[in-house]
T-cell receptor, first 117, second 112 residues
Framework: DVKVTQSSRYLVKRTGEKVFLECVQDMDHENMFWYRQDPGLGLRLIYFSYDVKMKEKGDIPEGYSVSREKKERFSLILESASTNQTSMYLC????????????????FGEGSWLTVV | KQEVTQIPAALSVPEGENLVLNCSFTDSAIYNLQWFRQDPGKGLTSLLLIQSSQREQTSGRLNASLDKSSGRSTLYIAASQPGDSATYLCAVINQAGTALIFGKGTTLSVSS
């Protein structure tokens, strides 16, 4: 069965801390994504990656960075956490670029709830 | 820039009712459209994927249609059940073909 695992479901961090959110997929997918989800704003794309060591900015990359050293793992990094980064973070993966195979499906993890105090 | 809108934002119906959720998008040049379900505090589960060349897809009590020229999709749920209570999101591929652009969702509540 397809699986995207976000290791931390609930975190509470202090303002200014460096925060790591980890995501692992077991499907050998090329694409991985980080979204954040906020009430009234929906899901917004932070960063995505097409391959190991490759990354692309999404719609709201400010205050975040990512790391993809291995194909199965995509990490989201908050360099200096701020209260406006309190949110639910969702990791996702998919097989190939959407434009190549139009029937491509994306799989999501369970989400990581981050509270910055 | 592609924008996705879902109406209504919330919907409450009694069990057994048939219902329609709406999704509209501003740029008709899409690769595909997907409908997802999200339970409270959980991730998203893909329900139906309609490729750009298709008009509709069916899975059990769910039927999704796509009209690219008018920039609209509908999700039809037949004979609704309390277990259908969740938030339903639609998403289309962005113009660069690199990621999904989501609507804000419709939260459905089905009462028994």
């Amino acid at each position: 069965d397809v699986k995207v695992t976000q290791s931390s479901r609930y975190l509470v961090k202090r303002t200014g801390e460096k925060v790591f959110l980890e995501c692992v997929q077991d499907m050998d997918h090329e694409n991985m994504f980080w979204y954040r989800q906020d009430p009234g704003l929906g899901l917004r794309l932070i960063y995505f990656s097409y391959d190991v060591k490759m990354k692309e900015k999404g719609d709201i990359p400010e205050g975040y960075s990512v790391s993809r050293e291995k194909k199965e793992r995509f990490s989201l990094i908050l360099e200096s956490a701020s209260t406006n980064q309190t949110s639910m973070y969702l990791c996702a993966s998919s097989r190939l670029q959407f434009s190549i195979i139009s029937g491509n499906t994306i799989y999501f993890g369970e989400g990581s709830w981050l509270t910055v105090v | 820039k592609q924008e996705v809108t879902q109406i209504p934002a919330a919907l409450s119906v009694p069990e057994g009712e048939n219902l329609v959720l709406n999704c509209s998008f501003t740029d008709s040049a899409i690769y595909n459209l997907q409908w997802f379900r999200q339970d409270p505090g959980k991730g998203l589960t893909s329900l139906l994927l309609i490729q750009s060349s298709q008009r509709e897809q069916t899975s059990g009590r769910l039927n999704a249609s796509l009209d690219k020229s008018s920039g609209r999709s509908t999700l039809y749920i037949a004979a609704s059940q309390p277990g259908d209570s969740a938030t339903y999101l639609c998403a289309v591929i962005n113009q660069a073909g690199t990621a999904l652009i989501f609507g804000k969702g419709t939260t459905l509540s089905v009462s028994s």
